[in-house]
């Protein structure tokens, strides 16, 4: 009988706009870790937390908080673009984001997304 893993996990290795990107997804019990790179590094880590509340449109707010590295907005609106859906798809699950990038333009992010999305381990 062959044993599950404890930590389900998968990485993938693109080219995104050029630049190489690195993406590692793990699921532990009570939350999910995505490490996206380009330069090889864990970089910011970023905790992303759905505050589930009562509101009209039934998804949960999502809070950034810098937890270490750069503390400045872009890296808060690249990790709510980059794993809202991985929060929502995994049961409003808390995700810690670690985020080195070199592109941060829109249409990279949507690639990431995409490739975040094929690394699912949730």
């Given at each position: 009988?062959?044993a599950k893993p404890i930590v389900a996990s998968r990485q993938?290795?693109?080219?995104?706009?050029?630049?190489?990107?690195?993406?590692?997804?793990?699921?532990?019990?009570?939350?999910?870790?995505?490490?996206?790179?380009?330069?090889?590094?864990?970089?910011?880590?970023?905790?992303?937390?759905?505050?589930?509340?009562?509101?009209?449109?039934?998804?949960?707010?999502?809070?950034?908080?810098?937890?270490?590295?750069?503390?400045?907005?872009?890296?808060?609106?690249?990790?709510?673009?980059?794993?809202?859906?991985?929060?929502?798809?995994?049961?409003?699950?808390?995700?810690?984001?670690?985020?080195?990038?070199?592109?941060?333009?829109?249409?990279?992010?949507?690639?990431?997304?995409?490739?975040?999305?094929?690394?699912?381990?949730?």
């Open positions: 009988m062959e993938r290795t693109v080219v995104v706009q050029g630049v190489p990107t690195e993406v590692v997804c793990m699921a532990f019990s009570n939350s999910i870790l995505v490490v996206v790179t380009q330069y090889g590094k864990m970089g910011t880590l970023v905790y992303v937390d759905p505050d589930v509340v009562n509101n009209d449109v039934g998804r949960p707010v999502l809070t950034t908080k810098v937890l270490l590295g750069q503390d400045e907005p872009l890296i808060h609106v690249c990790a709510k673009n980059l794993v809202s859906f991985v929060s929502e798809e995994a049961g409003n699950k808390p995700v810690l984001l670690a985020i080195a990038l070199k592109d941060k333009t829109m249409e990279g992010i949507k690639a990431l997304q995409e490739v975040i999305q094929s690394c699912q381990v949730w």
